[in-house]
């Protein structure tokens, strides 16, 4: 096992040094101030919970059952050292950024990037933050050895997430940020504003999206390969089941197929489980591409959202067995999706790796929202020890696992606390490849790769969460500030939810370093990043470990009652994010001027939003009336066939 920050590895690459002398400032990413104290876990036990009846309400398809109360942690208090930012080498680069020593791998050529999107995902639910519950070894590999963003923000639900990664721009300037496309709603994300995979195009890459899209469909000029894409295969809607293709929105006639070759409705590979027929797709991609040309590749998994409400988590009984410690059978089969999901992951990186690909590659890896946690919409994510769910803008719904991996982070290793947005990944992408960002002009999104790639300050000081006068909630993030306004679900989904993992409450080292160490390092990513020296130590996995775990203080959570605040109420919640993620502690009554600044700072937001562009359901877009897919319906009412070209 070869240290990450191998001299003769980088040598061989020529690549220059440039030291710390030279004025890279690097931040020491301190995880929530100086100290930090851990709570722990809930046992076990207490996340088996009983599974109410679930009911479906009409409009976002969400199941909601009465359980807002409170998971009740058991705490116990430990301090952990700040973190040390580490810095590998350094590229050099002259003014213009040159492309020249962009491309590690070949010298002459673009990274690939590699996108891949889980959907629904929790902030708990991948071992590299804590939590043993549910191994994922091949991200943890990917996350030891790239940049762990632990301060990463999304929208708290699909369709905005997704407009924001794609565009650039926050969904309240691109009339998005009210819930989801419907499968029969006559709207897509407007045309007029360029996204990444044509950007991409333009400079010579080859773009494919496979899985999900979600950013409309009712005619086909919005659909993937007519806004970008080369090539799609994947499915249109929000989610489906993962064996039969089916996807079924509110109504029994709202149920139809759901799954595309380009704009073509295709039945092969029909009864295959989802996660695997995508990751094949993206195997026989990056094989079958012409290695002249540098290769974007989304693959945007249907993993791990709800299928159906007749049948709502799906996984193949073998990955069921394997969680059998698991009491609670929706969480045991949650736990089976998400290790076919890290499965994929590993899959995709050996083929990059056999490919030839890897060490000229980008990898990025986000969920679009929070996690939906103890039967909301029908799942059984957890966002331990983060406050809220998918569809809140508590941090339980906008906090996000994402994580960077790249030989050209210099950076490697480190856990990242600045502030991101998902809408900085476009200029980010843009500047990672050498390509200049500027040219996405008016986004919102911000330039992050000289913070990723040297661990250096963001230069992202606030961050609009959302305003959404039609849900009636807003909340914005300045500094460690954090203001919410207004809720969601009549604040049934304001508490605390889904189960810690960790194998006792007194117990702080929550997961076994070595377990973690071992079992990465012998995943699919781990043995490819290995081929490329690139696998970090047993002691950094220890330290990084550490500081990518969540903790919130014991101190606020006992005082937690006394300074609660009931957003629906109608009151403004003020938090310190940096030292209280858990959103225990209001401080509104405290700093009645912070309150007022972030006021402000929101209405400085909502000056700028559009107007919503959602539509009400289009009758004639149900599947019944067109062989029960889901199609371009309003394309198809104008047309005697169905033509294949945008
Ligand atoms: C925990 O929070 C309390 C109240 O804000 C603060 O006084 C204390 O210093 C914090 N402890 C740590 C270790 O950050
Ligand atoms: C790959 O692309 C290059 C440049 O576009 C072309 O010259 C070459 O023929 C292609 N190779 C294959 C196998 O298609
Ligand atoms: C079950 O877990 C073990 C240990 O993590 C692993 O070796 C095995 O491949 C898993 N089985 C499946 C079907 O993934
Ligand atoms: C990248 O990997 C390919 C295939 O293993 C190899 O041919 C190439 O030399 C490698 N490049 C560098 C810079 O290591
Ligand atoms: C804590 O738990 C870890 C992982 O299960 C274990 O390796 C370690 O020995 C435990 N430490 C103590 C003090 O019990
Ligand atoms: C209608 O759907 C069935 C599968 O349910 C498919 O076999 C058939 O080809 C479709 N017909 C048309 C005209 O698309
Ligand atoms: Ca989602």
């Not at 009409?58 to 359980?67: G, L, M, N, P, Q």
């Not at 076994?512 to 490819?528: F, H, W």
């Not at 909502?606 to 062989?627: C, F, Q, T």
Request: charged share 20%; glycine share 8%; proline share 5%.
């Amino acid at each position: 096992m070869s240290d990450m920050g191998s001299l003769s590895f980088v040598a061989a690459l020529g690549i220059l040094l440039v030291s710390a002398s030279l004025g890279l400032h690097v931040v020491s990413n301190n995880v929530f101030l100086n100290s930090v104290i851990s709570s722990s876990a809930r046992l076990e036990a207490s996340s088996d919970s009983p599974q109410s009846t679930p009911a479906f309400t009409e409009d976002s398809s969400t199941i909601v059952y009465d359980d807002s109360t409170d998971s009740g942690f058991q705490t116990q208090s430990t301090t952990w050292d700040d973190e040390e930012a580490f810095v590998r080498e350094t590229t050099t680069e002259d003014a213009n950024g040159n492309e020249e020593e962009i491309g590690l791998g070949n010298q002459n050529q673009r990274p690939n990037v590699i996108l891949i999107i889980a959907d629904d995902l929790g902030f708990n639910d991948v071992s590299f933050h804590g939590s043993p519950q549910i191994p994922t070894p091949n991200l943890d590999a990917l996350a030891f050895s790239g940049v762990i963003f632990n301060s990463y923000y999304v929208s708290p639900i699909c369709t905005p997430s997704r407009t924001a990664l794609f565009s650039g721009r926050h969904p309240i300037h691109t009339g998005m940020q009210h819930n989801v496309i419907f499968g029969t709603t006559p709207y897509g994300f407007p045309l007029e504003h360029k996204l990444l995979p044509e950007y991409l195009k333009d400079i010579g890459y080859s773009t494919h999206l496979i899985g999900k899209w979600h950013l409309g469909h009712f005619k086909r000029k919005y659909t993937p390969t007519c806004r970008g894409f080369d090539s799609f295969y994947g499915h249109w809607t929000g989610h489906k089941d993962y064996y039969d293709n089916m996807a079924q929105e509110s109504g029994p006639q709202a149920w139809g197929y759901d799954m595309r070759r380009g704009l073509e409705t295709t039945y092969e590979n029909f009864g295959v489980y989802t996660t695997d027929l995508y990751t094949d797709e993206a195997n026989s991609i990056i094989r079958s591409h012409n290695k002249s040309k540098p290769l974007f590749l989304t693959v945007s998994h249907t993993a791990v959202h709800s299928a159906n409400p007749y049948k709502l988590l799906q996984a193949p009984k073998a990955n069921i067995d394997n969680f059998s410690k698991i009491q609670n059978m929706q969480r045991r089969i949650y736990a089976a999706m998400v290790q076919k999901l890290d499965d994929s992951v590993g899959s995709v990186v050996k083929t990059l790796q056999d490919e030839g690909m890897l060490n000229n590659s980008i990898i990025i890896f986000t969920t679009d929202n929070g996690g939906p946690a103890e039967g909301f919409n029908g799942n059984a994510a957890s966002n331990w020890p983060l406050r809220g769910v998918k569809n809140t803008l508590w941090e339980g719904g906008t906090r996000a696992v994402g994580l960077m991996w790249s030989p050209l982070i210099s950076a490697a290793g480190h856990v990242s606390n600045q502030l991101i947005h998902i809408q900085d990944w476009l200029p980010t992408i843009l500047s990672a490849v050498g390509d200049d960002p500027s040219k996405a002009a008016g986004i919102d999104g911000i330039d992050m790769w000289d913070s990723i790639r040297l661990g250096l300050k963001s230069p992202r000081t606030e961050l609009l969460h959302n305003i959404d006068d039609l849900y009636g909630n807003e909340a914005v993030r300045v500094g460690r500030w954090k203001l919410l306004h207004g809720t969601t679900y009549n604040g049934q989904w304001d508490g605390w939810y889904g189960p810690s993992g960790r194998p006792n409450s007194k117990n702080t080292t929550l997961i076994s370093p070595e377990t973690v160490y071992n079992l990465a390092s012998q995943s699919r990513a781990g043995q490819a990043v290995q081929d490329l020296k690139l696998f970090p130590t047993q002691s950094k996995i220890t330290e990084v470990l550490q500081l990518s775990n969540v903790q919130c203080n014991d101190t606020m959570q006992l005082r937690k009652r006394k300074m609660s605040c009931s957003l629906i109420k109608g009151e403004y919640c003020l938090y310190n994010i940096e030292q209280d993620p858990c959103e225990f502690n209001n401080l509104a009554h405290d700093m009645p001027d912070m309150v007022e600044t972030l006021k402000s700072t929101l209405k400085k937001y909502r000056s700028s939003a559009v107007p919503v562009r959602n539509k009400p359901k289009d009758p004639k877009g149900l599947p019944i009336h067109w062989n029960y897919t889901w199609t371009n319906w309003v394309d198809l009412m104008e047309e005697d066939n169905t033509r294949l070209e945008c």
